[in-house]
Nanobody, 123 residues
């Protein structure tokens, strides 16, 4: 499975971005998909995940209510809508496919990773 993350960019605080994660094959349609991010000098952290059916989502506390994860299995694509962005959201964002169908926060459960897309939020 190859993953391609896109949609990052430079945005002012309070603005919005929509990230996309496209998978190369339909394997991902049976697995949960997650978004993680890593800022310079910091560990990779969980952002959001969605179950394979799309009926269950999980969010990190610091993005709850601002970010929305969704998926289109027919298009092999998962989205992350990010609203009310803050400077502390600045990071490289990665999408990943889980070994499991249920959504979850544990980075160890994710087996395939995309190359990342840079999100920069200016104050």
């Amino acid at each position: 499975v190859q993953l391609q993350a896109s949609g990052g960019g430079l945005v002012q605080a309070g603005g919005s971005l929509r990230l996309s994660c496209s998978a190369s094959k339909r394997t991902s349609s049976n697995n949960a998909v997650g978004w993680f991010r890593q800022a310079p000098g910091k560990e990779r952290e969980f952002v959001a995940s969605i179950s394979w059916r799309g009926d269950s989502t999980t969010y990190a506390d610091n993005v709850q209510g601002r970010f929305t994860i969704s998926r289109d299995n027919a298009a092999n694509t998962v989205y992350l809508q990010m609203n009310s962005l803050k400077p502390e959201d600045t990071a490289v964002y990665y999408c990943a496919v889980s070994r499991f169908s249920r959504s979850g926060r544990d980075v160890a459960n994710y087996q395939y990773w995309g190359q990342g897309t840079q999100v920069t939020v200016s104050s």
